[in-house]
């Protein structure tokens, strides 16, 4: 069974970069597109971006500007990296498995998240 | 981006009611629309894909329904572990875009 733990500092000075990694287990990870979205209370939850173990990661076009993601296989973790952060970063951030299905020899993501990290809290301030 | 419009923002019901949520997007999705619980303190849990597809867990009182940009989430009768609050998302067209959510409370 999957497990998706998202990690990084809590707290961010404003005009800094964010850094989060996301450590994935119980799955093989090259089979799988993974994901970051973030929630502010009272607001929809906003995907920021998509990846593959290989190929150009897809990012949300408001956050592009700003925002890298990446993967590390060896241990099985992707990252996110967030530049000149201001307090409407403020937000909990979830890493999550996009369900992905395979045609021959690809894998292609589904579009919806089947499994979800427990949220980590980032404060801008 | 697809703007996704959920209603009623906050549905309060007693056990044993029937749940209808609401979800309107502002541009054809096909059926890539998927729906989501959340209980406080947790990550969303994935309860349908397709807009009707239930996913591995959901209980058979929960069902989708579509009908062209309008979808819908039915609780045939509510239990006490259905109080949440609950996210439609869109996937098809770039972003990804979720629904601002529907409350569910006693």
């Known amino acids: 069974q999957v497990q998706l733990q998202a990690s990084g500092p809590g707290l961010v000075r404003p005009s800094e970069t964010l850094s989060l990694t996301c450590s994935v287990s119980g799955v093989s990870f090259r089979n799988f597109f993974w994901g970051w979205i973030r929630q502010t209370p009272g607001q929809a939850p906003e995907w920021i971006g998509t990846l593959y173990y290989t190929g150009t990661p897809t990012y949300h076009p408001s956050l592009r500007s700003r925002v890298t993601m990446s993967v590390d296989t060896s241990k099985n973790q992707f990252s996110l990296r967030m530049t000149s952060v201001t307090a409407a970063d403020t937000a909990v951030y979830h890493c999550a498995r996009l369900a992905t299905r395979r045609e021959g020899y690809n894998f292609l993501p589904s579009g919806y998240f089947d499994s979800w990290s427990q949220g980590t809290l980032v404060t801008v301030s | 981006e697809i703007v996704l419009t959920q209603s009623p923002g906050t549905l309060s019901l007693s056990l044993g009611d029937r749940a209808t949520l609401s979800c309107r997007a502002s541009?054809?999705?096909?059926?890539?629309l998927a729906w989501y619980q959340q209980v406080p303190g947790h990550p969303p849990r994935l309860l349908f894909f397709?807009?009707?597809w239930r996913a591995s867990g959901t209980p058979d009182r929960f069902s989708g329904s579509e009908s062209a940009t309008d979808f819908t989430l039915t609780i045939s009768r509510v239990e006490p572990e259905d109080f949440a609050l609950y996210y439609c998302?869109?996937?098809?067209?770039?972003?990804?875009?979720f629904g601002q959510g529907t409350r569910l409370e006693i």
């Open positions: 541009q054809t999705v096909s059926s890539s």
């Open positions: 397709g807009a009707y």
């Open positions: 998302q869109q996937y098809g067209a770039s972003p990804i875009t």
